[in-house]
């Protein structure tokens, strides 16, 4: 009888892709981050009672929130904020339960991160950034823009989560996350060493990257942090029990939704439904052969594409080749 670990790695097998000749994939330059002194940027401060962990580039520029997803880590955004910190000021911070934050007072919630970031704004003076939400993060953000709507003036989901959750068997995928999070903890615990060996990095990532192989090895090492954080299991029961679909048309402010054709933890077609919900301000691009992070993914494109959308260009991704809308 398989084990419960062959059961979770059985629902990815099939979505396995050898990398090809394609150059514009995990085309990051671990320089643009490594050499930034992320400790001087770094620091925690209450909400709630509780710790939060803030990074905080600082600058006059116009705000960027950033928010990362299920599982992650605030170094989700490793490769976006250095593409932007000479111009914006960016923020973002680890969500209750994940990284360096402590578990929040109450349970865990949907609106209660969105109230997180509304409060991470309020002690940092920051008025009304745009926020960019992948997965979990971007279902709080909608959330953030529609519980808080003079907070956001602008919102970015990635591969955002809050639709396709609300059809899935509660129960049984529980208890497939909760076996997944136990491999990644155990992996994690060695991330080190094993996130070198190519097979290590497929084993531990192939869920959420289109091809774990091409990622560095220092960047592999990062996202396989967020493994084993202590709020994983209540958000994501969080994230299954909670709906707003109903409410997305009070979305007001531009929107931009980015997607992975190739994303097996939620589907490509949630781009298209969020795009229809919300209404004629949003516009959906689809990046192909790329999975659930298409921001360390194809970091290059996912930049320009969000260069563009600053800028205040309905179509931010003309130009860019091998993006589609």
């Known amino acids: 009888m398989p084990s419960v670990y062959e059961d979770v790695l059985g629902r990815f097998r099939n979505t396995i892709a050898r990398p090809g000749a394609d150059h514009t994939y995990a085309d990051g330059d671990d320089q643009s981050w490594m050499r930034i002194d992320w ?10 009672d509780r ?11 116009p705000p960027l929130l950033f928010l990362h997803g299920l599982g992650g880590v605030w170094q989700n955004w490793l490769l976006t904020i250095p593409a932007f910190m000479s111009t914006h000021r960016c923020v973002t911070f680890d969500l209750p339960g994940f990284g360096e934050s402590e578990m929040p007072r109450g349970e865990i919630s949907i609106p209660g991160f969105a109230k997180v970031a509304d409060a991470v704004c309020d002690q940092l003076g920051i ?11 971007g279902f709080a953000g909608a959330e953030l823009a529609l519980s808080h709507p003079t907070r956001v003036t ?25 076996a997944w999070a136990a491999l990644i ?33 220092a960047l592999a090492t990062e996202l396989a942090r967020g493994g084993g954080a202590p709020g994983f299991n209540d958000a994501f029961g969080a994230l299954l029990g909670y709906s707003f679909r109903d409410k997305l ?14 994303d097996v933890l939620v589907p490509v077609q949630d781009a298209e439904m969020f795009e229809h919900l919300i209404g004629e301000n949003a516009h959906s691009v689809i990046f192909d052969d790329t999975g659930h992070v298409p921001m360390l993914e194809r970091p290059t494109r996912f930049n320009e594409l969000l260069r563009g959308f600053l800028a205040g260009e309905r179509a931010p991704e003309a130009g860019i080749e091998g993006v589609s809308a």
Do not use: C, F
């Open 127 to 137: 008025d009304s950034p745009v926020v960019i939400g992948n997965s979990m993060g």
């Open 249 to 262: 048309e009070r979305i007001e402010v531009p929107v931009l939704i980015v997607w992975g054709r190739n």
């Open 154 to 178: 602008k919102l970015v989901l990635v591969s955002a989560a809050g639709l396709s959750t609300e059809y899935v068997r509660r129960e049984p995928v529980l208890a497939t996350a909760r």
């Open 51 to 61: 710790r939060v962990h803030v990074v905080d580039t600082g600058g006059d520029g």
């Open 185 to 217: 903890t155990r992996l994690g615990s060695q991330s080190d060493a094993l996130m070198r060996r190519p097979r290590s990095r497929r084993l531990a990532l192939q869920a959420v990257v289109r091809y774990p192989e091409k990622l560095s090895v």
């Open 39 to 48: 400790g001087s940027l770094s620091r925690s401060i209450e909400v709630d």
